[in-house]
């Protein structure tokens, strides 16, 4: 199952490598964090194209995408501008909104084996489709026998890795999110939230790559898997804790689902 709404003029812009994006888990018509999705989309937009995106529009976009799709879905919600012109990019333009859907990937068996490698992506905050970077790097990292890879930036800092955001737990059970620049996912809003409502200790703070050893357990988040656990940071080892993972799930749900 694949469906995607578009038009002849904007396959090209797809192709052009500027606009943004965000994705999302879509099951009986409903997305947990659904706000926090338009939002970012909105936000994105006035970053990318200097104006705001209606959430009626996206919110019709999905709905038509998924018209008679039953079982759950992933669907990105990709923004493009058809008349966009790169030798004049600042010019006003009429954004477009795409969208795909396919059906949810299976989920990974065991902890995840990253190794971290010196990068950063280009704007950090905005989620956009210049993807080129964290996916060579990805490719790296696993044919180094790696599951993916963890970014380190020009400051010795962790900050994300290549689709996901990444949290640290310390032995005395602090929540531990790098502050060096990242997208600010949805999914990791939503725990953050969830530990909050729940009263567990949670900071955010600079993560060095030398402090990885110093930490109890790590995991990665992204909309997709809300959480999986990391079980290798380059040489640093982690003991996969069952009972962390589904209170980190727990907390993540604390958010209820929202019809599209």
């Known amino acids: 199952m694949s469906t995607e709404l578009t038009t002849p003029e904007t396959v090209p812009l797809t192709k052009l490598g ?7 888990l879509v099951a009986a018509g409903r997305v947990r964090g659904l706000a926090r999705h338009l939002e970012r989309l909105d936000r994105d937009c006035w970053v990318v194209f200097g104006r705001g995106l209606p959430e009626d529009t996206v919110r019709a976009a999905v ?29 006003p333009v009429e954004p477009r909104v795409i969208v795909s859907a396919s059906p949810v990937p299976a989920g990974a068996d065991g902890p995840l084996r990253v190794r971290t490698a010196g990068y950063q992506r280009d704007l950090p905050q905005v989620k956009h489709v210049g993807t080129f970077g964290l996916f060579y790097q990805r490719r790296l ?31 005395g059970g602090t929540v531990v999110w790098p502050s060096a620049p990242v997208l600010p ?7 953050q939230s969830g530990l909050a409502r729940a ?31 990391i079980g290798t940071v380059d040489e640093v080892t982690y003991d996969p804790d069952p009972d962390l993972a589904a209170e980190l799930l727990r907390r993540h749900d604390l958010t209820a689902a929202e019809r599209v």
């Open 199 to 229: 009263g567990r200790p949670s900071e955010v703070r600079p993560v060095r790559a030398e402090e990885l050893p110093d930490f109890a357990a790590a995991f990665a988040t992204n909309s997709i898997t809300p959480v999986r656990l």
């Open 63 to 91: 709905r038509a995408a998924l018209e008679g799709v039953d079982e759950p879905s992933a669907v990105r919600v990709t923004v493009v501008a058809p008349d966009l012109d790169p030798r004049a990019p600042e010019a």
């Open 141 to 171: 990292a696993r044919m180094a026998g790696f599951d993916d890879v963890l970014f380190v930036n020009r400051d010795g800092q962790i900050s994300e890795g290549s689709t996901w955001n990444v949290g640290f737990v310390t032995a």
């Open 18 to 24: 500027y606009g943004h994006y965000t994705s999302m």
């Open 185 to 191: 996912g949805v999914s990791m809003g939503l725990i």
